[in-house]
DNA sequence: AATTGTACAATTGTCGACAATATGATTATT
DNA sequence: AATAATCATATTGTCGACAATTGTACAATT
């Protein structure tokens, strides 16, 4: 019988995250379009599953879709999309602190404590693929646990706005701003867990 | 050279146009599972152009997808998460004016005047289904306008929220409502487009 | 009788091949 | 020489088939 706990993650999904990942770090120029033949040889893998995970990130407004002519990496917002989106972020995880907060349990204060572990070991290396990566972890967590379908909502926003993170100058501050977050929520203090997450989400 | 001015819709999106219609008229149980072989014979096309496409209404949030179990029916939100909705959708869609209303052109008005005309006719036959689709194609239309990327997130709100559209009670409020908008947007008055829209934005 | 184990049917996941379409280079025409 | 038409290549769209997985009915065991 197999160890692990975890479902295994579908291709399709493996590949959306390496994706997600590489184009949040600014790893895929916004210019070059994105190739399936490419990705399926990288990734050892059929077209099909590669033109799943494409059409996925495309709903999610990572990549921008047009038909017969592929896909290519989104442009990040403008200025103004920032302020909407930041808003839009404060409203949702909001909404999931109240809803979640009163059936916390003792394992997601254990995950969340493990996802501030490696958040705070990738801000010390300055590791930014990892930082973002942790950083849409960690939200993603209690917003997933309010609503799943609300998660998809939630993340085509989130990672639209991390889209332009590329320069973040103060690592530390990133790692604290988690960490009051997952005190405050360790505490079940509801309305300091809506406080700090506020703080933490702004547009850049 | 080819007498259409209209984009050849890809089958993905028509069966996905279809399949949205439908679910959010509510013809489609929420504990049955929907199958993708039936969908396959049903529109005479193969097994994979429907993956695509319910794999597109997973994202969206209308359908909820397990792994290796298929899809079902989203369940209609809360109350409290139709509130939220509600919200969400106001901001995207008071963004979009502010951001499209200079650059609108007489095409456009022409465009929003044909499915306001389409509407008013689908409110007189009581049809439920078709005024759904044409007031979802009437806010899409200036958020499409305003950002391509904001779009994708702003159809996951709505469509959640117009699941549980199925009790439109007054059927003559709905047409007035949205002629109000149109008539605010052809006199090219912000705030009174905003005004309108605003009004017409509320959780059932 | 309840429980476990096993074979079977139904369904989803993945693949390789071919068709349709777009892009770019080449040739023919004025 | 400039432009238009044509062909060649590359890329996406669609398909049918097979592999992997899940759920279920049924038999074997205690």
Redesign the pocket.
């Known amino acids: 019988m197999p160890s692990t706990r975890l479902p295994?993650l579908?291709?399709?999904q493996q590949i959306c995250d390496a994706l997600r990942g590489e184009i949040m770090a600014g790893e895929i120029s916004s210019n070059e379009?994105?190739?399936?033949?490419n990705l399926?040889k990288r990734f050892?893998?059929?077209?099909?599953?590669v033109?799943?995970a494409l059409l996925q990130l495309s709903q999610e407004g990572v990549l921008i879709?047009?038909?017969?002519?592929?896909?290519r990496v989104g442009s990040p917002p403008t200025q103004k999309e920032s302020r909407l989106y930041a808003k839009l972020r404060r409203e949702i995880e909001m909404h999931s602190l109240e809803v979640t907060l009163s059936s916390w349990t003792k394992e997601d204060d254990c995950n969340l404590n493990r996802l501030q572990r490696i958040l705070s070991a990738a801000c010390e290396q300055r590791d930014l693929k990892a930082i973002t990566e942790t950083d849409l972890a960690m939200h993603r967590y209690w917003v997933s646990k309010a609503s799943k379908e609300l998660e998809s909502v939630w993340l085509g926003i989130t990672v639209r706005m991390l889209i332009a993170y590329s320069q973040l100058n103060n690592f530390m501050q990133c790692s604290l701003e988690h960490a009051a977050i997952v005190e405050a929520i360790a505490c079940r203090d509801l309305s300091a867990a809506k406080k700090a997450v506020e703080l933490n989400i702004r547009s850049k």
Chains 1, 2 share one sequence.
């Not at 379009?33 to 033949?37: D, T």
């Not at 879709?65 to 896909?71: A, D, E, L, Q, R």
Request: proline share 8%; hydrophobic share 25%.
């Open positions: 295994i579908s291709m399709r379009p994105v190739r399936e033949q399926a050892g893998v059929s077209r099909n599953s033109r799943d879709y047009s038909p017969n002519c592929g896909v």
